[in-house]
């Protein structure tokens, strides 16, 4: 069976179906498409093996946290085609193609999962050099709205041999006008991965970097050394350049002894040589200002007890991944004295 055979496959596509269902099922675009769901399948099916499938308008909207973004999402049997074609095919081949260290957007991976690996590598530096180094902290300037469609286009073609697979990739990253590909759309994580993995391997391979991580457009390098990471700086703007990108302001260099902010954390090597991870500032005063804000609503009955647990507890449990105990119960007790019942 060839890559484009399984996407299409009937079973994936019924699995791909009930996955994009699930939580959708009010939708407008679900709801249609749930009528005549075998129908819808076998339909989508056709269509893709005729290539007479289209990708329906996105619906665009905009969200503040933590900073302000468009979100541009596909239609519900859009959904359906991309759950099919990256579970099925994409998703498997890239966690073969991509370095350990690449770490948003995989099975078993995760922010945790980055965090965790900043952790080992700074423990590791500070056991070979205490703290006689630097880090090298990067960031792409508005990484999504600037990814080229034909370098994409290229790199997907070199990684997948199938022309049927590279003809549907390319549908999807075509699917807007000029640069850029949309933040709401389940391939676009995946294909925004592989733009950079080039730059992985040339930090990790050609730089001979040991302690690197990436997640999505936010990556670190450590070193003894703070000529080589200016050197290595320099190689690695030179390289966004051929992918139309460039690193932003907040790039700078600074000694290891510092740390690092990274996934909403800021890591650091204590003087007796503990990992420590804090929330970074700017974190706890927005979530802080947003759970008030919610808790009063609560509190107003303008929100279900339900919808703010679930999201609440979802940040105490992130937070807790950093060395933020005394941060949660002293904020879980200001929610609890607004809402005055059970959270």
């Known amino acids: 069976m060839t890559d484009f055979e399984r996407v299409v496959d009937f079973k994936n596509m019924y699995r791909a179906y009930r996955k994009s269902k699930c939580g959708k099922g009010f939708k407008k675009s679900s709801a249609k498409f749930n009528v005549m769901a075998l129908d819808g399948i076998n339909t989508l099916i056709n269509q893709l093996k005729n290539k ?59 922010t945790l999962f980055g965090l965790n690996r900043l952790s080992e590598q700074m423990q590791e530096f500070y056991k070979q050099h205490c703290f ?50 949309p933040l709401g759309n389940q391939i676009n994580q995946g294909l925004a991965l592989l733009y950079l993995d080039g730059l992985d391997k040339l930090i990790k391979i050609e730089l001979g970097i040991r302690y690197y991580g990436r997640y999505m457009d936010d990556f670190y390098l450590i070193h003894p050394s703070k000529e080589y990471l200016k050197y290595c700086l320099e190689v690695i703007s030179e390289y966004l350049k051929t992918l139309d990108l460039q690193l932003n ?51 107003n009955r303008k929100l279900s007890n339900k919808n703010f647990n679930d999201s609440f507890n979802a940040w105490i449990n992130h937070i807790l991944h950093g060395n933020c105990y005394k941060l949660s119960q002293n904020f879980y007790l200001k929610i609890k004295d607004i809402v005055k019942g059970e959270i």
Request: glycine share 6%; proline share 2%; hydrophobic share 35%.
């Open 52 to 110: 007479t499938y289209q990708i329906s308008k996105y619906n665009e909207f905009k969200v503040y946290e933590p900073k302000e973004r468009i979100i541009q999402t596909t239609s519900f049997k859009d959904k359906v085609v991309q759950h099919s074609l990256c579970d099925n095919v994409l998703l498997p081949k890239m966690q073969e193609i991509f370095i350990k260290d690449n770490c948003a957007g995989q099975k078993g991976k995760g």
């Open 132 to 181: 006689n180094g630097y880090i090298l902290k990067c960031d792409i300037s508005k990484f999504f709205y600037n990814i080229s469609h034909e370098q994409l286009k290229d790199i997907v073609e070199f990684y997948f041999t199938d022309k049927d697979i590279c003809w549907l990739v390319n549908l999807f990253i075509d699917s807007t006008d000029g640069k850029g590909i």
């Open 249 to 299: 302001g907040k790039t700078q260099i600074f000694p290891f002894k510092n740390g690092v902010s990274y996934l909403g954390f800021h890591t650091y090597i204590s003087n007796n040589g503990k990992v420590v991870r804090k929330l970074k500032n700017s974190n706890k005063r927005n979530a802080q200002r947003k759970y008030l804000k919610m808790a009063k609503l609560v509190a």
